[in-house]
């Protein structure tokens, strides 16, 4: 799966939370200023080339599809990090996360009695 910039991250977070969409339905949802058209389109034909999207076509309209789930790029991402930032090493992660955010030892817990019902799951 390729990486993606921050302009093709932002239009592809659109197509997740939105679902199939045509560009102008993007573009509707979009606060003003609304960027051009000719702008979207560039950037969901990069993300089909990607192998991110998908498209049904409709006369000279396409419908772009998302090819997989959020989830799926969340998870290489997050994998990438881990690997360029914190030696391989989920557990530095976490530890970097907590000093950092001042995680308390009750979020702490909580957090790990989730984890433990999700194994367990």
């Avoid at 914190?86 to 989730?114: A, H, M, T």
């Amino acid at each position: 799966m390729k990486k993606l910039t921050k302009a093709e991250e932002e239009i592809m977070q659109m197509f997740w939370a939105h679902g199939p969409a045509l560009v102008s339905e993007l573009i509707d949802s979009m606060a003003d200023p609304k960027p051009p058209h000719s702008s979207i389109s560039s950037i969901a034909r990069i993300l089909e080339r990607k192998g991110f999207l998908r498209h049904i076509a409709y006369g000279k309209t396409y419908q772009y599809i998302p090819v997989f789930e959020k989830e799926e790029y969340s998870k290489m991402t997050v994998k990438e990090v881990i690997k360029n930032y914190f030696e391989g090493s989920p557990q530095s992660l976490v530890s970097f996360l907590v000093k950092k955010e001042n995680v308390d030892i009750d979020e702490l817990r909580q957090l790990l009695n989730n984890l433990e019902n999700d194994l367990v799951s």
